[in-house]
């Protein structure tokens, strides 16, 4: 290509570049001008929802299962203000996400004009993007043309380096001026830039007090993920073959299926045996941390700084010492190079104690200590999982994934509705990934039959349900299982079990695909209440190898929950504890599986 | 009652004590503890929405019929930004507010701990906070008790004077905390302090111009309605019996049917001779003007400031001449005491020209020209009649409307999706007020039999649809007409009139109502695409008084608008009317009822 090309051309190019092959958003009239150019871009697609929230929420699926940026497209104004919740959970989370806002013009903001969608009697046109400057990494403020690419260049870098959310900020009839089309012969470099004196000190750092070490041990977290360290992550177990730990948030990051894999280590809200373990390495090597409460068991993850080595998006401390200005994914990558090839020690493994057995096993209904692990067994390699917050993310945590199961949850920000458009957008991505993947003829084992499945509860599935309305249209073959358990639970657990704010409005999940015209709906809806009628509706062929959209309904008592949530709230105490039971949760661990005396003891290394 | 009440208590009894009787939002775990005190409250009410979003519209909507705030709750983080386009509408619009954040504990905030809902590794929990600085008029900090019960008690005079939305922070830990429940005996004075010197010269150079005018006029505007001023506005024309004239906003907000009332002054896009009469008075007085552009015919209403007396919310100008320190409400009041009790002139009215006729009168199909006039007849005195941006809007503004309806819609901000919310909390409130009205035996002629009517399209529902499932929980017996154009006709109409992001999520309407659970879902969704099939509609019982709720869909072509729609776009200039001509919008009334050479001419004064 060479010439002019509009400016808002030369933004689509620039992210199809960087490997966003589709944008989300939603038409308004200080963007729609420059939608235009998205379909002049080569397979570059668009895809409109059906509000702003549930387009930031899309590119954020998107984004964690491609590993680029999610992209979206607002309004000034009404639409830049409805998307900026589901922008914050990507700042919170790490998740790369581009947000370009199509402002009023430049005359219009010059001479404060009344247009619609501005405040006051002179509005500041700009006051929607002071608004959101906490809640990003960077802006482009775009104003002049003759600077304008570059400042939509260094926050496509931005993006990428602090993995997070950047904004542009493009007037209207700025996108329509014209820009030299070789601007876009050199590439942008988003790689960060090294220090390589810093770095090779941390390295040394980790490798020495590696050696010096009898168990060590590594728990990997979110955070190594949302750097694009997986596969530097995945190295790095198979040369070291020391135990390995995830989190909730980082769970199938790695293959759980390898020996060395020990569990959730979850603080005290775990099962037999993990948290033990991790306490009994000697020195524990934490990749990515992300230390919520929701991703720590309640703070109840205790890690002794005298040995444990961080390695951060930007620092590496080892047993307390720090090693600042380094990136993460590049430390790993270095420090898989320095290590041998194959591991030159005999792996240790700590033998853990039987699991805990549920006392409601013998139920007919649907029981929650039943439903996640015969869940898990429907998944398969290269699925992609996505869990809403409340019961079904800490349920979905309590099992082995098979290998490549791309899982992910909002844990950290824990926004509920985020789960249904999040679908959508990792869905999108996963067809886009396994396509890449193919054509390249370096296909995974398993990834090229991966579905996309959603699990969400129905407090959360109400918040953005339009959402499975943009699946329909856009043919895609999602499989969502709605945990109908009758309102908020997770609320009930924490205060107001009975009461009525609690409650939600009563849905019959029947009519939402023939709502949404799906071509075949009655196949495609299922529903249970029993183990046995859940037993069928897995086995159908329609549910396991998706033609359409699938719908599978799960009715489970209102006070029932995954004991994983029960125990992140017992484990703050007695009052919390006096609660659940006065008010009659379903507790089929006892105790939720916190085991007096703090530990079940008999933790050995074979 | 005396005692100690909970700090969370004594907030929901200031509320209800200035007129609040029913609390909009979503429970989170930052707020639970204090939802519990509003069932303490004599007679005051939860409704819990499907969203945030769709709370602070449904806030919105009751504050206007109401005259008091809407009132909503959400939790920290993910609430409070999910809310924050609905609270910016209400700004924009001077719509009387009060979000209520629950916040988390101090403890923790003052730890800056990773609790779920936060940013980043040590996180500020009162980012969200400074996030909304710009987008309200006021907010309470609670962190003291022994400070809090006076901001509260601050905050909600600060929304009734500066009607426009302030903002409560409660940490959960604090609403728990006691105060004095003898503060609630002295109430919360929520009058302005009027300045009697500044106001008395502001009335009597107003007395003093309307005196020595020849055909005084009035145009009433939005802001009247916004300062609760509308009883002391319809005095004011039976007082002075001159020309009174509408905006789009303000349509309703004065009896229609009187002699006086000429039209909706609109600038450039009315029907023949309104902006004409308009002109030729020699004085207009102008209350609570909003001339926004889609408020002004596009900035095409044209006033002579020599010639203009605006009473604005906190100032009068007269010919050019500032009085401050004014309030619009109390201007009026004082003016009207000033005026003789019944006018001593005679009334003299401009006589208009014959209004256009549309050229597609005979078409069978339902079009546009066809479809407002015949929806105004459906509409009857003591209606809340409610309308979406877009079409709808600028349709419905095309009719003369039967006395006492209560019209609103967000035409200043714009926010597609604010009507459907908007109209559950305007249902609340209407009831609440004619029941109140019953109770006083001063019942208006006609309010007793209202019924709250939305008139939405296919594109602005999609946004916010689940909140209809709240209106069927309720009970909540509305009436809504859905304009199905298939996908976003204003956009169209702006740009991309055939652009694939112009299109949204096909929809059968039929399933909505099962999806939620309505008591009698076939009786009450009904379908038109000709004028017969809604002529038969409009004349059933359940439509004309509904004891459920019930959808009517109106099919209508793609292409076809409401002539104020493309007379608001072709006024713009020659290439926007040259592209809706070329792209093949319907233009009934023939380059949209924007007669050439700048006038119809002929206005004569009876």
Chains 1, 2 share one sequence.
């Not at 060479?2 to 620039?14: A, D, H, Q, V």
């Not at 806002?101 to 004009?113: F, L, S």
């Not at 700084?305 to 200005?325: A, M, Q």
């Not at 996963?430 to 084992?445: C, F, Y």
Request: proline share 5%; net charge negative; hydrophobic share 40%.
């Amino acid at each position: 290509m060479s010439g002019k090309i509009t400016l808002g051309r030369y933004m689509w190019e620039r992210l199809h570049q960087v490997g966003v092959d589709t944008i989300f958003g939603v038409p308004g009239d200080f963007n729609l001008q420059f939608l235009d150019s998205i379909y002049e871009v080569k397979d570059l697609k668009w895809i409109g929802n059906q509000n702003e929230l549930n387009a930031a929420y899309a590119a954020d699926g998107y984004a964690r299962i491609k590993g680029v940026p999610g992209v979206i497209v607002t309004t000034h104004g009404v639409g830049e203000l409805s998307a900026l919740n589901g922008v914050a959970g990507a700042m919170s989370e790490n998740v790369k996400l581009i947000h370009i806002v199509g402002q009023t013009t430049r005359a219009m903001q010059e001479k404060h004009m009344m247009i619609h969608h501005s405040i006051g009697s002179k509005p500041d046109h700009q006051m929607y993007n002071k608004a959101a400057t906490g809640l990003r990494f960077a802006a482009a403020e775009l104003w002049d043309v003759k600077t304008a690419p570059k400042e939509i260049d260094r926050v496509i870098k931005e993006c990428f380096l602090q993995s997070g959310p950047v904004n542009v900020y493009l007037p209207l009839d700025l996108s329509a001026e014209e820009v030299d089309a070789d601007l876009l012969k050199t590439p942008i470099d988003i790689s960060p830039k090294v220090d390589t004196a810093a770095e090779q000190k941390a390295v040394k750092a980790i490798t020495d007090a590696l050696s010096s070490a009898k168990h060590p041990a590594v728990l990997i977290d979110a955070l190594a993920h949302r750097f694009n360290a997986t596969s530097e992550t995945r190295e790095l177990f198979k040369k070291l073959n020391v135990p390995f730990f995830s989190t909730n948030m980082s769970k199938g990051l790695v293959d759980e299926t390898e020996e060395m894999y020990i569990g959730l280590w979850n603080g005290e809200v775990g099962t037999p045996g993990v948290k033990e373990a991790g306490m009994a390495s000697d020195l524990v090597l934490v990749l990515g941390y992300l230390p919520a409460d929701t991703n720590s068991g309640g703070f109840s993850r205790k890690l002794d700084d005298s040995k444990t080595i961080y390695v951060n998006p930007f620092e590496v401390i080892v047993k307390g010492t720090s090693y600042p200005n380094t990136h993460l994914k590049s430390v790993l990558a270095t420090l898989n190079n320095s290590l041998p090839q194959t591991p030159t020690h005999k792996a240790s493994k700590p033998q853990l104690p039987a699991p805990r057995v549920p006392n409601d096993l013998d139920a007919k209904h649907i029981t929650q200590s039943w439903l996640w692990p015969r869940l898990m067994s429907y998944i398969r390699p290269g699925d992609v999982l996505i869990s809403e917050t409340g019961t079904t993310s800490f349920g979905l945590c309590d099992n082995i994934f098979p290998s490549n199961v791309r899982f992910q949850g909002q844990n950290y920000y824990g926004s509920i509705g985020w789960a249904t458009p999040a679908t959508l957008g990792a869905e999108v991505a996963r067809l886009e990934v396994d396509q890449a993947r193919k054509e390249e003829e370096k296909e995974e084992q398993g990834t090229g039959q991966g579905r996309t499945v959603l699990v969400t509860g129905d407090g959360s599935l109400a918040m953005t349900i339009q959402e499975i309305g943009t699946m329909i249209k856009a043919g895609l073959k999602i499989v969502i299982f709605i945990v109908n358990n009758d309102g908020y639970t997770v609320e009930r657990m924490i205060w107001g079990a009975k009461q009525a704010y609690n409650d939600i409005v009563p849905t019959n999940y029947a009519h939402l695909l023939p709502l949404f015209h799906h071509p075949d709906p009655e196949r495609s809806f299922h529903k249970a209440a029993t183990k046995e009628e859940l037993e069928k509706i897995l086995e159908k062929e329609e549910v396991k190898n998706p033609e359409n959209l699938q719908i599978v309904e799960l009715v489970v008592p209102k006070l029932d929950t995954a004991w994983r949530l029960g125990g992140q709230l017992a484990v703050r105490g007695e009052a919390a504890r006096k609660y659940l039971k006065e008010e009659g949760f379903v507790d089929a661990l006892g105790n939720w599986g916190l085991d007096e005396g703090g530990g079940v003891g008999g933790v050995k290394w074979a």
